[in-house]
Each structure stands twice: as C-alpha cells, then as structure tokens.
C-alpha cells in the first residue's frame, strides 16, 4: 500500500528557498478556491493591497506590480536586501489575507501558488508588461491603466511602457 500512496503524493514544484531570497524578483500567481470571482470590488481590493504592502515590507521585499483579476491575484516581489524573502512574502501574505477573506466573505485561498524567477531585469520588465495587460487580454478594459484593480500606479502614466504581441 505504501507504493500506491507514494504514487499519488503532490510532487514538490519548489526550487530551494534559498532562490527566493536576497536581490531577486519573483512573479507569484495565486487563486481563490473555486475560483470564485471576488475581486470585483474597490474595498476589498483596496484591503488585500495594504497587505500585500505589508507582506512585502515585512520581508525586505517591494511590490513592483499586481494585478487582481475578479478570481486571481498576479504580483512580483523584488526582493530589496540581501536578507530579503520573496516567497515568505507571498506566504505571509496567503496568510494573513486568507484570513480577511474568510472572515469577510467566506471564501478561501486555492492552495500553494505558482511562482517564476524572474532571471533579467529585461525579463521582469516584460512580465510587469504582461501582468498589467492581463485585463486587457481577457477584454475587461481596453487600455490596462483604466482597470481600477492593478498597479501600482504613478502619476507618471509612461512608467510602464507596454509592448504590443
């Protein structure tokens, strides 16, 4: 029976936690069980922000762009410090908001999260690009500076400057 269990038994998809660490940006995708479409509104989205500020701040990490789509939440951490953890970050974060959201609107976090590390600067600026269009992309707004639920924003409109293709 042992041999039947280990089949089945979650396969880690991890690097070592040391790759999450110190001077890296790392792109974190997460979603809300059953996908159940709950960020659709200022207040919540406003709340989950200041926590994910929080997370970031906490670890030695800046958030450097997210995006809440109405069932999912993309964001990368650049880690500003040696001693920085990105994936403590996106932990502490599932955390602490999965608590608000259970407690607010009795819904729950998927389990674990998808990350990539982001190897280039050249490479992280492409996915700011990616994930600040993800709105646009499914047809919700046509210019990704009009959806209310993605950021940061500046005043500076053409900080980011996104690619077309």
């Not at 089945?8 to 995708?29: A, I, Q």
């Not at 990105?86 to 674990?112: D, E, I, Y």
């Not at 600067?121 to 990616?130: H, L, P, R, S």
Request: aromatic content about 12%; overall charge positive; some cysteine.
């Amino acid at each position: 029976m042992p041999a039947f269990r280990d089949e089945y038994r979650e396969k880690r998809h991890r690097l070592p936690r040391h790759c999450y660490c110190g001077n890296v940006s790392v792109s974190y995708h997460a979603c809300v069980a059953e996908r159940r479409r709950v960020f659709a509104s200022g207040r919540i989205v406003d709340e989950l922000v200041r926590q994910l500020t929080d997370a970031a701040t906490r670890h030695g990490c800046k958030v450097r762009a997210y995006c809440f789509m109405p069932d999912h939440l993309h964001v990368i951490f650049r880690g500003q410090t040696a001693e920085a953890d990105t994936w403590a970050a996106m932990f502490g974060f599932k955390r602490r908001s999965g608590v608000w959201l259970s407690k607010a609107l009795g819904v729950a976090w998927q389990k674990g999260f998808y990350d990539e590390i982001l190897s280039s600067g050249k490479e992280a600026d492409a996915m700011v690009g990616y994930i600040l269009a993800n709105p646009v992309r499914k047809g919700i707004v046509e210019d990704w500076w009009d959806y209310p639920f993605n950021g940061p924003k500046d005043e500076e409109r053409g900080r980011w400057m996104l690619r077309e293709g």
